[in-house]
């Protein structure tokens, strides 16, 4: 199986493979819990195999993956192997990511090309605040060197984060790591490589507009927030200069598609930009036209 982009009605970018069905979480429970209030969740986190059937019913891909923050957190990851080999079984639906701790270094640089080469993974997801890192921290700039000479996409959380949100100390959770601005030095240094600043950037959505709309390899994804809360500058740009660099993304299963679709028919979207948003821009920011 394969993807049969003609028959697509969207593409989510941004999906979150939170367990691996055996009862380990890609969270601590604290976090999980916090995070789970914070969106409202009212559901255990889905298996991969029941993303897809979700996924695979309403004619849509997704975009997969864990966060890796085994450093900062002293917590477990889920396996990138475990995520790719299963979203592999139902390639018609789902696109493999990936993600790395920066702090793993050297280590981290053979495990994303052997990610790549030997499981089929399609890009690469950063956490600024939950991994704790700076994304302009030359200390990274070899695992940002790697991604670029894969020729994948490496997708940015940004802004706000429903992690650690009501917890004391926000959990130890930093959101100043995650100021879009910070990527506008790697946007530079790495003009090859695909970077997608995931959400609206609340506190910093300017900030994201204008990395966006200066270097040409940035995208932006529509994660993590209902379409009736984004703020005004992000639709008139979605509309306008940014039509072409937009992307659908739900942050499920903390925000489901269905939700997200509904709230987004009633944005005052053109109608010539509907598709790009939910299918044209991701295709070609995944580079998927080339499988």
């Known amino acids: 199986m394969s993807l049969d982009l003609d028959q697509l009605v969207a593409i989510d970018v941004h999906t979150h493979a939170e367990t691996d069905g055996c009862g380990h979480y890609s969270l601590p429970d604290q976090l999980r819990a916090g995070a789970?209030?914070?969106?409202?969740?009212?559901s255990?986190?889905?298996?991969i195999d029941e993303m897809a059937a979700y996924y695979r019913e309403r004619r849509m891909a997704?975009?997969?993956f864990t966060v890796d923050a085994e450093a900062a957190l002293g917590h477990r990851r889920i396996s990138n192997e475990d995520i790719a080999t299963a979203a592999a079984a139902h390639s018609d639906v789902l696109i493999p990511f990936a993600s790395i701790d920066p702090a793993r270094g050297k280590a981290g640089l053979a495990e994303a090309r052997r990610l790549v080469v030997e499981h089929g993974v399609r890009g690469f997801k950063f956490h600024p605040s939950v991994q704790a890192f700076r994304p302009d921290d030359h200390a990274v700039y070899p695992l940002y060197e790697t991604i670029s000479e894969l020729g994948v996409p490496a997708l940015f959380h940004s802004g706000q984060t429903g992690i650690g949100s009501g917890l004391p100390g926000g959990g130890g959770i930093r959101l100043k790591y995650s100021n879009p601005m910070l990527l506008d030095d790697v946007?530079?240094?790495f003009p090859d490589l695909t970077i997608i600043i995931a959400?609206?950037?609340f506190p910093w959505q300017d900030e994201a507009l204008a990395v966006a709309t200066h270097k040409p390899n940035v995208y932006i994804d529509l994660s993590g927030w209902s379409p009736k809360y984004f703020p005004p500058q992000l639709v008139k740009y979605a509309n306008s200069l940014l039509k072409r660099k937009v992307l659908f993304g739900s942050d499920f299963p903390l925000i489901s598609p269905d939700r997200w679709m509904k709230d987004f028919e009633q944005l005052d979207i053109k109608d010539e930009v509907r598709p790009l948003i939910l299918r044209e821009n991701a295709i070609t920011a995944l580079g998927l036209r080339t499988t």
């Open 44 to 47: 255990g986190p889905p298996t």
């Open 36 to 42: 789970d209030a914070y969106f409202g969740a009212e």
């Open 187 to 189: 946007a530079v240094d």
């Open 62 to 64: 997704a975009v997969v």
């Open 199 to 201: 959400h609206p950037s």
